[in-house]
């Protein structure tokens, strides 16, 4: 069964701290991405990662990815009330010629000021 | 450039109905995707568009179909309607497709009564 679990599914924390948000799949993929979704909005693409060991950047956030284990990290640094939002990963899984975007439950981030 | 625009915001069906949805893509992207977005399920692939060709698909039954314009812009219709259809219905577009970077519309609110 095509999987991708995400945890915690939802975070509490104060302004200052770090924290991570972990995104499991249960098949090979060779693309996972990270969107970040505000209340009663659409989604909004951060990060893309397409290879084992990639790494990207974007201010206080940083994604990796290792596709042996099959995992995604999104990291928060020093988080900030701006960055209080409901997080998904999506993996891209090959069905024969077909891809299917498969998404995480997603993680809803609150954080205090 | 103008954003991804859906069409209508919002909308009231009657269960066994049929319903058709539009999505506008920026300018130059050729590759438009749809998303359903429920709070049981969350968020599931429904098909992606290029260049007027289905190109993926989700596991959704034949109710819902979608097609694809030669400037791009695509349509989703949903027939015979029922009540587990009511969602958020998002397109996504993309200038290299297959879920790479994409751009979300607002969305559009089905509720089905």
């Known amino acids: 069964e095509l999987k991708v679990e995400q945890n915690p599914l939802f975070l509490s924390m104060q302004e200052g701290k770090n924290y991570t948000i972990y995104c499991n799949y249960s098949?090979?993929?060779?693309?996972l991405y990270w969107y970040r979704q505000d209340p009663g909005k659409s989604l909004e693409s951060l990060f893309v990662l397409l290879s084992n060991g990639a790494v990207k950047q974007e201010g206080r956030l940083m994604a990796s990815l290792d596709t042996k284990a099959r995992l995604s990290t999104l990291h928060i640094t020093a988080a900030v009330h701006d960055l209080s939002a409901t997080y998904f990963c999506a993996v891209d899984i090959r069905g024969g010629s077909n891809y299917q975007l498969i998404w995480g439950a997603g993680t809803k981030l609150i954080i205090k000021p | 450039k103008a954003g991804v625009t859906q069409t209508p915001r919002y909308l009231i069906k009657t269960r066994g109905q049929q319903v058709t949805l539009s999505c506008s893509p920026i300018?130059?992207?050729?590759?438009v995707s749809w998303y359903q977005q429920t709070p049981g399920q969350g968020l599931q692939f429904l098909f992606e568009?290029?260049?007027?060709?289905?190109?993926n698909k989700g596991n959704f039954p034949g109710r819902f179909s979608g097609r694809q314009f030669s400037n791009s812009r695509s349509e989703m219709n949903v027939s015979t309607l029922e009540l587990g259809d009511s969602a958020l219905y998002l397109c996504?577009?993309?200038?290299?497709?297959?879920?790479?970077?994409?751009?979300f519309g607002p969305g559009t609110r089905l509720t089905v009564t």
């Open positions: 098949t090979t993929s060779d693309r």
């Open positions: 568009y290029f260049s007027e060709t289905q190109r």
């Open positions: 300018s130059g992207h050729r590759s």
């Open positions: 996504a577009s993309s200038a290299r497709g297959r879920h790479y970077e994409q751009y």
